[in-house]
């Protein structure tokens, strides 16, 4: 079926769009052909709409689901140029998320329903927090699809505005996937971008490069309680924000601000390798073959870094057309095509739910 899946991440840059011919049997055999994406890049004026939602208790949920609810709609019916579709799976934009307890995505599908005459699926992480699950990551579901008839061990990481990975073991059953979110990614490194050099986030890592890491910054960043906490584990931009962010910078205020962000980029590297040596172990992290995808890959500054702490080579996700730029997007259709298909598409190893369910919903 022709699937157009929607995203809107947590780095709020823009919404991604991916349209693909997807198919999935009972017993999880993908197929696939990506037909077309595009990352459509919001406004400034709506970007930070979204992040003082995010950081405001008294938001005005209702206005902005609207409003971007109307926008998703304008922008995919941009991105189609009226080619037909046979289903729509949009994510929608996190604005607040409690592991094990909720999850709230906006952007009201009533715009998309009124004028495409197909299934709209939304609202995808519901159904396994109440199932007991964390509703987070998704992502290692559709790396299972993909990596498990794998004859080495895959570690995919996504370093989006939050940071989480995947691994699949070589003939890795579904119940052995593990997975997790590990912490920021990109998040308080665009935040401290746009805060001192009023742009949305360093090209390339060239702004990084110029500082020098503070082992003492990065020493204090290294307590945050979430990088120790046991898995299953779901993180939120909400818990990496200005707020945590200003603790830090009044700290060291001595610190200038590319040696601060050059910490920041290493605090995401070590992070990660502090995470997988911990969950996963060097024996089986020292022969996989380690992806990455997600907006972050394309800083230079940390893939660096993550080369020299993971001891290890590191690709980027090029897959029979997946790539990092519409890798998300193209879960979403995933998701989508599994959820009307009634296809149990969430992972109990990963979120701790007690047991398998469709997530999603059909907008009716």
Not at 28 to 33: D, E, S, V
Not at 259 to 285: A, M, P
Not at 342 to 357: C, F, K, L, Q, Y
Request: charged fraction near 20%; charge should be neutral.
């Amino acid at each position: 079926m022709i699937v157009l899946g929607l995203m809107s991440g947590t780095s709020m840059d823009g919404l991604d769009c991916c349209l693909s011919d997807v198919n999935i049997s009972n017993n999880n055999q993908l197929n696939f052909k990506i037909i077309d994406y595009s990352t459509i890049e919001y406004k400034k004026n709506i970007k930070m709409k979204i992040v003082e939602c995010i950081s405001n208790k008294n938001r005005d949920l209702n206005s902005l689901d609207l409003l971007l609810g109307e926008l998703f709609f304008n922008l995919s019916k941009k991105f189609l140029n009226h080619r037909q579709v046979d289903l729509i799976a949009s994510h929608g934009q996190t604005i607040s998320h409690r592991d094990r307890e909720y999850s709230i995505q906006i952007g009201h599908p009533k715009y998309l329903s009124r004028y495409y005459n197909v299934p709209i699926i939304y609202n995808f992480r519901k159904n396994d927090i109440d199932a007991g699950g964390s509703g987070a990551p998704l992502v290692p579901y559709l790396d299972w699809l993909l990596f498990r008839k794998s004859n080495q061990n895959v570690v995919a990481i996504n370093l989006g505005g939050i940071s989480n990975f995947s691994f699949i073991k070589k003939d890795c059953s579904k119940n052995n996937v593990i997975g997790f979110d590990m912490g920021p990614g990109m998040c308080l490194i665009d935040l401290y971008v746009r805060k001192n050099w009023k742009i949305d986030f360093d090209n390339n890592g060239e702004l990084s490069s110029k500082g020098i890491k503070s082992n003492e910054l990065l020493k204090d960043l290294m307590l945050n309680s979430f990088i120790q906490k046991i898995p299953p584990k779901s993180a939120t931009v909400e818990d990496y924000g200005m707020e945590f962010l200003t603790k830090y910078i009044e700290k060291y205020n001595e610190i200038n601000k590319y040696d601060f962000l050059r910490t920041l980029v290493n605090f995401t590297s070590e992070l990660i390798q502090k995470n997988l040596n911990n969950f996963i172990g060097k024996v089986d992290l020292k022969d996989a073959n380690i992806i990455v995808g997600g907006g972050g890959a394309k800083n230079l500054i940390l893939i660096n870094d993550l080369k020299k702490s993971l001891n290890t080579n590191i690709q980027s996700i090029h897959y029979n057309g997946i790539n990092i730029d519409n890798k998300e997007s193209f879960l979403m259709c995933v998701l989508g095509c599994t959820t009307y298909n009634n296809i149990p598409n969430n992972m109990p190893s990963v979120t701790g739910a007690d047991r398998e369910v469709i997530c999603g919903e059909l907008y009716e």
